[in-house]
T-cell receptor, first 117, second 109 residues
Framework: GAVVSQHPSWVICKSGTSVKIECRSLDFQATTMFWYRQFPKQSLMLMATSNEGSKATYEQGVEKDKFLINHASLTLSTLTVTSAHPEDSSFYIC?????????????FGPGTRLTVL | GQNIDQPTEMTATEGAIVQINCTYQTSGFNGLFWYQQHAGEAPTFLSYNVLDGLEEKGRFSSFLSRSKGYSYLLLKELQMKDSASYLCAVSGNNRKLIWGLGTSLAVNP
């Protein structure tokens, strides 16, 4: 159990375009999901907390108008990178917490590798 | 402030045992997690500790001392596939995880 999927796995886009990434909890409901970004050889950086039925909560320094988050249902959250630029190229990973591994455990999607040309 | 420390890199030999330490100082504590992350992949859950003591899961064990703000992940009978980054994370407030920078483990033949 506790499977999280992400789509797409990778995407290449032109500078200035928008890219939508989907995160789904497949076998459990998630009122909260988290979006992370990870640059090569660096640790995970939490971008925002996605809340079903309310606005997302963004971490300091993350532009909410650039990274649009919509938690459409109890199993789906989407992250849209608007007007993407090469510096947005990164590995984007979502997670959803559930009472799985003994506690309120976050299970991660497989990630989306974004390359902006 | 909030801080999680773990060694940056470790090296071990196939078949051996390795212990990866993690110390933490956080304003809230709802449990400590260990994740494994292979290069280019997302983290996968390994273990969870909320009470003091040792939790064993096959070749992997995790220990917690809340009074000392200390945890370790013990990997036995190391295999080449265990070469990965091991991330220590503490669950704070609002279900957020506070992450260490990870320990890159290289297992040599």
């Amino acid at each position: 159990g506790a499977v999280v999927s992400q789509h797409p796995s990778w995407v290449i886009c032109k500078s200035g375009t928008s890219v939508k990434i989907e995160c789904r909890s497949l076998d459990f409901q998630a009122t909260t999901m988290f979006w992370y970004r990870q640059f090569p050889k660096q640790s995970l950086m939490l971008m925002a907390t996605s809340n079903e039925g309310s606005k997302a909560t963004y971490e300091q320094g993350v532009e909410k108008d650039k990274f649009l988050i919509n938690h459409a249902s109890l199993t789906l959250s989407t992250l849209t990178v608007t007007s993407a630029h090469p510096e947005d190229s990164s590995f984007y990973i979502c997670s959803a917490p559930t009472l799985g591994g003994g506690g309120d455990t976050q299970y991660f999607g497989p990630g989306t590798r974004l390359t902006v040309l | 402030g909030q801080n999680i420390d773990q060694p940056t890199e470790m090296t071990a030999t196939e078949g051996a045992i390795v212990q990866i330490n993690c110390t933490y100082q956080t304003s809230g504590f709802n449990g400590l997690f260990w994740y494994q992350q292979h290069a280019g992949e997302a983290p996968t859950f390994l273990s969870y500790n909320v009470l003091d003591g040792l939790e064993e899961k096959g070749r992997f064990s995790s220990f917690l001392s809340r009074s000392k703000g200390y945890s370790y992940l013990l990997l036995k009978e190391l295999q080449m596939k265990d070469s990965a980054s091991y991330l220590c994370a503490v669950s704070g407030n609002n279900r957020k995880l506070i992450w260490g920078l990870g320990t890159s483990l290289a297992v040599n033949p």
